[in-house]
């Protein structure tokens, strides 16, 4: 079966982003996304907001008119309990909302980006050793759309003991930007990091986008405030951090957030999951559904 024609819009679309100064228009939106909004404006314009992409506020920690600006809401918590984990301790869980865009295995080192279209293991993790831990092994992407909860949390138990930051481009990760820029979520600025449980390892990369040049972690003060809060991690130095001793990560504990929507690679060795049979491409997912199991 083909790929359905890419319509003449997605295609004048991308051409003029691949023009447009990523870097500095991310930056600019991030700019204006961090100005303290007066309490009296934060009803109409966030509430605005919510309604125009579609986000359920009654799940949010707090009411729209506590966060003082688009950026606060945009990393909005849930409210405790909201998104329940499955029973048995070794289940896989998502680590975000979102929408699964494909899965399956990593043959030859390569992954599905869109219908018959593929790119490469090493190129995403940016480092050949840690990239031979998952030859063979599987895959499974999830798109996060500007409406969905925008923190990461971890898929199972375990420690983090691995970690990269990769800079890159900042293209859109929507489906058109997937279906027309090759090895789109390998030129991304991406945020890595390694889980080791008992019985098995996964990589989960925050991949970045046009508009979401901020991905932050909770694992690693560099890439985070010295308060916790979530902020750019620009500042710190890319390249790998190996944690010794590791820290510790509990299912469904939070990782890393993104500051307005993107994409979440996760990575498993060979033979450690077996997908859920109900899992699909345009499924929608919530932080802590179950994906697959040993």
Not at 30 to 44: A, E, Q, S
Not at 59 to 68: F, N, P, R, T
Not at 244 to 269: C, K, Q, Y
Request: charge should be positive.
């Amino acid at each position: 079966m083909k790929a359905e024609p890419i319509p003449f819009r997605w295609r004048a679309m991308m051409a003029l982003i691949r023009r447009m100064p990523q870097l500095y228009t991310s930056r600019v939106i991030g700019f204006l996304t961090d100005r303290h909004l007066p309490p009296i404006l934060r009803k109409p314009v966030l509430g605005g907001f919510a309604s125009l992409v579609g986000i359920d506020l009654k799940e949010a920690e707090k009411s729209v008119s506590d966060y003082s600006s688009l950026n606060a809401f945009f990393v909005r918590k849930l409210k405790p309990g909201i998104r329940p984990l499955p029973e048995l301790d070794d289940v896989f869980v998502s680590p975000v909302d979102g929408t699964v865009a494909e899965f399956g295995t990593i043959k030859n080192g390569q992954m599905i980006q869109a219908k018959d279209i593929y790119y490469n293991l090493n190129g995403l993790i940016n480092d050949e050793e840690e990239a031979r831990r998952y030859l063979n092994g599987s895959f499974l992407t999830i798109y996060l759309s500007p409406k969905d909860y925008h923190r990461i949390h971890a898929p199972l138990s375990g420690e983090i003991d691995w970690a990269s930051y990769i800079p890159g481009k900042l293209f859109p990760v929507n489906q058109p930007a997937v279906r027309l820029i090759p090895d789109l979520f390998a030129r991304n600025e991406r945020l890595v990091c390694s889980i080791k449980s008992r019985n098995a390892r996964v990589a989960v990369v925050a991949v970045g986008a046009l508009n979401v040049g901020r991905i932050s972690s909770q694992f690693d003060p560099d890439w985070n405030g010295s308060n916790g809060s979530v902020t750019n991690h620009r500042k710190a130095k890319p390249g790998v951090r190996r944690y010794d001793p590791a820290i510790s990560a509990n299912r469904g504990e939070e990782i890393m957030a993104f500051h307005l929507g993107s994409t979440v690679v996760m990575l498993f060795e060979p033979n450690s999951i077996t997908f859920d049979k109900a899992l699909h491409p345009g499924m929608k997912i919530k932080l802590g559904m179950s994906i697959g199991s040993p």
